[in-house]
């Protein structure tokens, strides 16, 4: 099968994982993958942003940005053309994005099967943030994509809640999460040799990775490490950086618990899975309400015993005292209360970490089941002519 892949994604960040990840799974099974893509991510470190496109954000105004936004629809829509008819694909797959409709006047004008990727309702998290000043036309162009599409496949069944009020019939949406690469994941790791590197060998270790915000809550594990009541020595370590980096050093600092905080700072993909074999408990605080983390996939797959947030989204991957512990994001001391619990039951700890780790199999959460996911939704298209 020979498949158009489209997306507008110009950053190295957990979107380019999604992108690579599912692309590489597609091409295991044999199908020719046509991507058409912006250029220059490929020169770009993981998590920077594509630098052309921050600066036009920075200097633009947000109307003006917006519309080259959706003037680029017309250059994405001459190269699918282009790559269709030099091709013929069997079907387009196209990551949706704002202001973006070349995957759909393709579709129109050459009946070509489309499914299409929804990750967020970029709409409104956008608007939330006030950064849309086109509202009408982003609502229009979104919801125009989303319904067009043969298939919607939105990560999470919360956000196939956004599809179905914008009116997309049931039937054309299917939920695919995001998932693992296992040969990336369960390859021999020297957990040991990490832990010594970074000294960790006494302590418990609370790991979290990616891009650290305020709005996570790292504050209160860097509270409880000051206190320390588990009867063992914590220690807090953030596998990535971020904005709330050097609140949370300095509040270390503060407590004098600097020692027991470790940053690593941006870290290659290939290392990632070290860093995690590393904890003892991973650290989920808390998560967009539609979202589809792929950090919690990859702490499934190494075994680690999860504390979560109690979330509808969460719950459609993991269950509370079966393969993580979740718990409650209205209760103030909620996230701290868990922690407390595992870190003092390892009992708990392994049972959990266990359970997550065979959940992976057990729920076909990889990459490679996606791909066939897909597959055989293009199978049931092709039969349906």
């Known amino acids: 099968m020979k498949i158009l892949y489209h997306h507008r994604t110009g950053s190295t960040d957990g979107q380019a994982v999604h992108i690579e990840e599912l692309m590489t799974a597609l091409k295991a099974l044999g199908h020719e993958i046509i991507k058409v893509a912006p250029g220059g991510s490929e020169k770009q470190d993981f998590g920077e942003e594509n630098a052309l496109v921050a600066a036009l954000k920075r200097h633009l105004p947000q109307a003006v940005y917006e519309l080259m936004e959706f003037s ?10 282009r790559a269709y008819l030099e091709h013929r694909p069997d079907v387009l797959y196209e990551r949706s994005n704002l202001f973006l409709l070349s995957g759909v006047w393709l579709k129109r004008h050459y009946k070509l099967p489309m499914l299409l990727e ?6 409104e998290e956008r608007s939330k943030f006030g950064q849309v000043a086109l509202k009408r036309l982003a609502r229009w162009t979104e919801e125009t994509a989303w319904r067009e ?38 390859k021999d790791i020297d957990t040991a040799a990490v832990r010594q590197r970074l000294n960790l060998n006494e302590q418990l270790v609370l790991g979290f990775t990616g891009f650290v915000r305020e709005w996570h809550g790292l504050n209160h594990v860097v509270d409880l490490l000051a206190e320390d009541r588990s009867g063992t020595r ?22 004098g618990v600097s020692d027991r905080v470790t940053f690593t700072g941006v870290i290659g993909r290939d290392e990632v899975a070290d860093y995690i ?46 393969d993580a ?15 407390e619990r595992v870190c003092n039951d390892h ?5 959990i970490g266990e359970a997550a780790r065979a959940a992976i199999t057990d729920k076909a959460l990889t990459w490679e089941n996606n791909a066939r996911r897909i597959e055989a939704l293009v199978h049931t298209l092709n039969t349906q002519k």
């Open 347 to 351: 009992g708990l700890r392994q049972r």
């Open 72 to 81: 680029y629809s017309l250059v994405a829509y001459r190269r699918l053309k």
């Open 277 to 322: 074999a590393a904890f003892d408990v991973a650290l989920q605080p808390a998560v967009t309400n539609y979202a589809s983390p792929l950090k919690l996939f990859e702490y499934m797959a190494l075994g680690r015993a999860i504390v979560a947030p109690d979330m509808r989204n969460i719950k459609e991957i993991l269950s509370d005292g079966v």
């Open 325 to 339: 512990l979740l718990f409650d994001p209205e209760k103030e001391t909620g996230f701290r209360d868990a922690i």
């Open 149 to 186: 599409a043969d298939y919607a496949l939105p990560v999470t069944d919360v956000l196939a809640d956004h599809l179905r009020r914008a009116g997309v019939p049931e039937e054309r949406i299917k939920v695919i999460p995001n998932g693992i690469n296992q040969d990336r994941f369960l």
């Open 234 to 255: 914590l220690h807090l370590l953030v596998v990535g950086d971020g904005p709330a980096r050097e609140s949370l050093e300095a509040q270390a600092r503060s407590l």
């Open 118 to 123: 929804v990750n967020a309702p970029l709409f």
